[in-house]
């Protein structure tokens, strides 16, 4: 195994608690838990606009920006273009989970680490620098043209490494992120982040044999894997 | 001005001297100096057959293959595919110029530093991680699937990062790679690296008003930017 690919947004990154804070923050008049939950909940049936053919390529942020029109119009919230587009960057500034820094740079002196999100270079860029995730290299759909969970993102990884599928592991809090790497024969780790969805969203966190870890957070997958 | 996209074979490391001193040491019937020049002045021809459509989309791990396949063949030595193939890998092992290192941390501290090389992304990823190269992230004439100096490169970054030409400079040893960036209206400075080449070769490296830096290393780069 040589090159570890992380899932980004709810595995490395605490999308929810970051987005309560600066909507908290801004003082909108919303619930900033269910804003949080609404804008998040928006992505996949934006992405698979894209996908069925009805818009053409868009990255994650220009998404992520459509979402945010439709919230602040449902909810009558008049904001300026200029606030806009910077309450969208929020994305840009997501929070790690406390174990991801240390754990990655542990993981990191064994493996090549990568991110392999939907979020665009750019997104995934700017939060590496601010939050001091200390990636190998930054990859992400935007590179392969295909979304999670399509096979052109996990094959891809593996063709710009030269590498068999099972010398790559996704590591992701989403079992169906999990699953669609393991359908093409790479290797999978579950972590498990209980409040990815805030604190009162059951999650199935549940160990399934068929992955090949289980980690309670990055430094439990460093453990594991003698790093 | 944002993002620092930096050319890397001879601006950030020294490929002469690194295979010079692997081919040594592996004790090779060659003259080390020529090998390695021969080695280099082989691949602006093996990406023209590319540009031309003799070659479909080709990594440079590739090239660089056929071309050390071309120089074995003239010097009739015979060498096992595992040792070819070792061998190849030493442009993933170049050295850093000693200034790099340090400089681009500094640089980082104001920019967002990333790779624009004709290099593929296996290629820069195992170069950064064993030189402690502190990219913010790695882009390739690969994700392009054009080589500089198209102009596809340099656009490109400046698409991923959602930034006007005026708002990237592209930092190079190399005036024509300037050049092409400079036509587009990205930044340009030019960093001497009077012994890419090796010891013998005498470079052009007057200073040139139209690039918008001139520096003797990234230190000094660091210095003019006030990083």
Redesign the interface.
Known sequence: MKVLAFDVFGTVVDWYGSIVREVTQLGLPVDPAQFALDWRAGYQPAMARVRSGELGWTRI?DLHRMILNELLAKHTIDMDEPARRALNLVWHRLAPWPDAVEGLTRL?ARF?I?TLSNG???LL??M??RAGLPW????SA??FRHYKPDPETYLGVCT???IDPQDMMLVAAHKDDLDAARALGCRTAFVERPHEFGPHKHLDLRRESRFDFHARDFQDLADQLSC
Chains 1, 2 share one sequence.
Do not use: H, R, Y
Request: hydrophobic share 35%; net charge negative.
């Open positions: 942020d990191k090549t990568t665009n270079i750019s860029t700017e590496a620098k190998d290299c930054i990859l935007e590179v710009l490494f030269e």
